[in-house]
């Protein structure tokens, strides 16, 4: 007759295992978190372009009915971003309006990695990209500003085959500041960033476009600066503060004066090239408007952000 006290020696073992492995995986868990969760709040993204200057910009993630949604925050603008699945560890989000995606490691809950891919016709363009969770900061403001660029500035923009002019309007409150440059083809949408004592700071992000500004403020009337777009394109642009800015005629490009070029007129050349750049821009921008129109109903309905 078999002992009774190997029985409940046996029961009383694999009771203690069960308890031991669950309290160790308990253990476990709070020790290294859930790392197939996402944090829902305030990120800090991070376009990182090889030649050091990343592009930043601010979203915040959601729960709605039970899944993710991310609101893409630029100044007073909140871009809908409903389309975000997860498989695991890996996080995919794709950008409305534009053909461009994420494509993420959840490191754990505070950090995500990964590239964000832009893709035009056949090209595909792969950026890495990076996100700290609660960091609800665009860009350092240590230093107190130095000057207020608020107002409205005639700026000049310098690529490697064109130039561009624009005017720039600004609202300073304190360090921070928000707004936006104006062309003869549309506007580079909602900036946001700080004046930290006399550098200006400026970035924006959509899912189509990213854009950094970067500006020396000179005195209270000029700035100079770089410009960053994308995953390669930076200009050099300069700006002096002028009440009555405008743009001029969207079709008088031909003969447009540089300021700071040894000639003063483009030669007929670059004068077409510009001229047919200028055309084309301004067909995507009315097609980028039409599409906004399109899709506006999903943004319009949307619960805005707290």
């Known amino acids: 007759m078999p002992h009774p006290f190997k029985w409940s020696t046996l029961i009383l073992y694999i009771i203690l ?48 009915s039970g899944r993710i949604i991310i609101h893409v925050i630029n100044g007073t603008e909140r871009l809908l971003v409903d389309n975000v699945r997860q498989q695991g560890d890996s996080l ?19 950090t995500l990695t990964g590239d964000w891919v832009k893709i035009s016709g056949s090209k595909q363009t ?17 230093r107190a500003a130095v000057f207020n660029v ?44 700080v004046v930290d004592g006399d550098t200006l700071r400026l970035s924006t992000f959509d899912g189509g476009h990213a854009y950094s500004f970067v500006s020396k403020i000179l005195d209270t009337g000029r700035m100079q600066g ?3 777009s994308g995953a390669t394109a930076v200009e050099n642009w300069v700006a002096e503060k002028n009440a009555g800015a405008s743009l001029p005629d969207e ?17 007929s050349r670059t004068s077409i090239e510009t001229l047919f750049r200028s055309v084309i821009r301004h067909i995507k921008t009315k097609w980028l408007l039409f599409r906004f129109w399109v899709h506006g109903v999903r943004i319009v309905w949307m619960k805005p952000v707290s």
């Open 17 to 64: 295992n069960f308890f031991l492995c669950t309290g160790a995986k308990a253990i476990l868990a709070i020790a290294t978190g859930d790392s197939n969760r996402i944090s829902l709040g305030i990120w800090r993204g991070e376009i990182l372009r090889a030649d050091g200057h990343p592009i930043v910009f601010i979203f915040q993630t959601r729960e709605v």
């Open 150 to 193: 608020s107002g409205r500035w005639s700026a000049h923009f310098r690529g490697e085959l064109d130039s561009t002019e624009a005017v720039g309007e600004f609202r300073q409150l304190g360090n921070q500041v928000s707004g936006t440059f104006l062309t003869i083809t549309g506007d580079y949408r909602f900036l946001e960033g």
């Open 226 to 228: 770089f410009y960053y």
């Open 126 to 142: 792969r950026v890495p990209f990076r996100a700290i969770f609660n960091q609800a900061s665009r860009f350092p403001d240590s």
């Open 251 to 267: 079709f008088s490009v031909t003969g447009l004066k540089i300021p700071w070029s040894p000639n003063s007129i483009l030669d």
């Open 92 to 110: 995919f989000i794709d950008m409305p309006f534009f053909d461009s995606h994420f494509s993420l490691r959840i490191v754990n809950e505070k």
